[in-house]
């Protein structure tokens, strides 16, 4: 059974800086991108970036690039979202999903997903 988790959410003030981490189990971590998205109450869930199977490819969100950086440790099945400079609109629920094959932004290419985790952005 495959399980991802999020952790390293947080309430933060604007400009500062949190790291999530997706710890996945269940599956063959090195053949699946990852990929994180957000989500506000009531909006549709939102592609952030991605990250391919062997860490040299990512692509971004335009909002977040120079901002959020993702990187990928295969050896410990983890992949991580690095978030500097928070802005209070980077408020949502962050979600991390795997997917076998290439980076993708659309929800619908990602076969498996977590539970997310919460970020709060003070002004």
């Known amino acids: 059974q495959v399980h991802l988790v999020e952790s390293g959410g947080g309430l933060v003030q604007a400009g500062g800086s949190l790291r999530l981490s997706c710890a996945a189990s269940?599956?063959?971590?090195?053949?699946?991108?990852i990929g994180w998205f957000r989500q506000a109450p009531g909006k549709e869930r939102e592609f952030v970036l991605a990250?391919?199977?062997?860490?040299?490819?990512?692509s971004y969100e335009v909002s977040v690039k120079g901002r959020f950086t993702i990187s990928r440790d295969n050896a410990k099945n983890t992949a991580y979202l690095q978030m500097n400079s928070l802005k209070p609109e980077d408020t949502d629920v962050y979600y991390c999903?795997?997917?076998?094959?290439?980076?993708?932004?659309?929800?619908?290419?990602?076969?498996?997903w977590g539970q997310g985790t919460q970020v709060t952005v003070s002004s």
């Open positions: 999903a795997a997917r076998d094959g290439g980076t993708r932004s659309r929800i619908y290419d990602y076969d498996y």
């Open positions: 269940g599956l063959t971590f090195s053949s699946y991108s």
């Open positions: 990250i391919n199977r062997s860490g040299n490819f990512r």
